[in-house]
């Protein structure tokens, strides 16, 4: 298991398990978290869970963080899926559309299913 200041990281099965560990992802945290994703996606074949049950805030540049690793694992040919966003979190992505683009599983073995 690998850990930042933001995120711990782990390998399961066919994915990285990326969980968040603040509460907050905005200017300060959105690049720490992309920067450890990035890396987790090479040695993963680009296949991400991101478990995002402890964020409680997601700012401008948290959502496009969430957008460009989303990119990045579909242009390796692999997925980002995401789960344990909270109910106001959830309304967020959709308001700002971003359901449609996203990965959203309802938990990890959803999430790690749909790398299969």
């Known amino acids: ?6 995120i711990e990281i782990r390998t ?3 994915a990285s ?6 509460p907050s992802i905005g200017q300060r945290e959105a690049p720490i978290i992309e920067e ?4 987790a996606a090479k040695s993963s074949r680009f296949n991400i869970v991101l478990d995002m049950t402890t964020v ?4 401008s540049l948290g959502l496009g963080m969430l957008v460009t690793i989303t ?3 579909r242009d390796g040919g692999g997925r980002l899926a995401i789960f344990g966003l909270s109910s106001s979190l959830q309304d967020l992505v ?4 971003l359901d449609k683009f996203l990965l959203i599983a309802k ?3 959803a999430a790690l299913a749909a790398m299969r």
């Open 71 to 73: 990119k990045e694992c």
């Open 107 to 109: 938990d990890e073995a």
């Open 17 to 22: 398990v990326a969980r968040i560990t603040c």
């Open 36 to 39: 450890a994703l990035k890396g």
């Open 56 to 59: 409680t805030v997601l700012g």
């Open 1 to 6: 298991m690998s850990t930042a200041s933001f």
């Open 94 to 97: 959709k308001l700002t559309r």
């Open 12 to 14: 399961a099965g066919p």
